[in-house]
């Protein structure tokens, strides 16, 4: 098992913690943002998994490429593929449901 853990900058004074755990194929992503901790999917996770770091105010930006590396061939690869499906084709009801899928994906 391999964990990574960054520090977000986000709406509230104190920074966010996202934490990515890799254990074998499996991927989870936890952040204590209130997206996060009400199991919603958050921006602090997703823009980590695209490769941003515009948001880090921990000092580990290099890790980022890792967990990028993680996401490839996980669960949480195909949910995050069908939420920017679901964005493009603008449908709020299917945006909505991949979000929930991609949501689930990542904190189980």
Known sequence: MQELTFLVKGSSKDPYEVI????GDSLTAICNCPAGTYGNVCKHRVSILDGS???LSSDNSND?????TWLVGSDVEVALTELRAA???SDKDAI??????????MNS
């Not at 990515?20 to 254990?23: L, Q, S, T, V």
């Open 20 to 23: 990515f755990i890799k254990d």
């Open 87 to 89: 964005e493009k084709s």
């Open 96 to 105: 909505n449901d991949a979000k929930r899928k991609l949501a689930r994906t």
């Open 64 to 68: 980022v490429a890792t967990v990028v």
């Open 53 to 55: 770091t515009q948001s």
